[in-house]
């Protein structure tokens, strides 16, 4: 089995407004590529987690990054340090989809304190990534539960979930 990925980044913004001596204007264009070959190391992964999920209302799920989650070829998988997280929230939620927290053995290498959380408001998204050696690392039994929950007590919540990482 092997894994070649390439994480793309495009931002572009164009203001424009009206002076006295013709239209002044600002363009911003930023783009990056994240490029990642097959292997364990800096600017590598060989483990890829896709799923699109659903949560009833007032629901949560705790990942479990080090055993439990199966791939697309159906086997099991074992993350030891993420180099890519995507979490989309489905343009037809009417609740958050609310990403950390986990209450224990939280993976939380990507924020500054294992209770912290991410909101992904309806039809939004949130990219997290680390392509170097370290990557965010993921602590067997005592850091590996990426915890995502349904913000309200009325309906119903989908995401789609792209985990990209290495095994050692």
């Known amino acids: ?9 495009e931002l572009t913004a164009l203001l424009t407004g009206t002076a006295d001596f013709g239209p002044p204007s600002s363009d911003v264009r930023k783009a ?49 340090r993420v180099r890519a997280l995507l979490v989309e929230a489905s343009s037809g939620n009417t609740n958050n989809v609310v990403v950390g927290g986990a209450a224990s053995n939280a993976f939380a290498s990507m924020f500054g304190d294992a209770t912290d959380k991410l909101v992904v408001r309806p039809g939004g998204a949130i990219l997290l990534l680390a392509p170097g050696a370290t990557g965010y690392a993921v602590t067997a039994t005592t850091g ?22 290495a095994s050692a």
């Open 1 to 9: 089995m092997s894994l070649t990925s390439r994480i793309g980044v």
């Open 32 to 80: 990056r590529s994240f490029p990642l070959a097959n292997g364990t190391g800096a600017n590598q992964a060989d483990r890829l987690f896709a799923d699109r999920r659903t949560l009833a209302a007032s629901a949560s799920e705790s990942l479990d990054l080090a055993g439990s989650l199966v791939d697309t070829l159906g086997a099991t998988i074992t993350f030891a």
């Open 144 to 165: 590996d539960l990426l915890q995502v929950a349904n913000s309200g007590g009325t309906t119903s919540v989908t995401y789609d979930i792209t985990i990209i990482g």
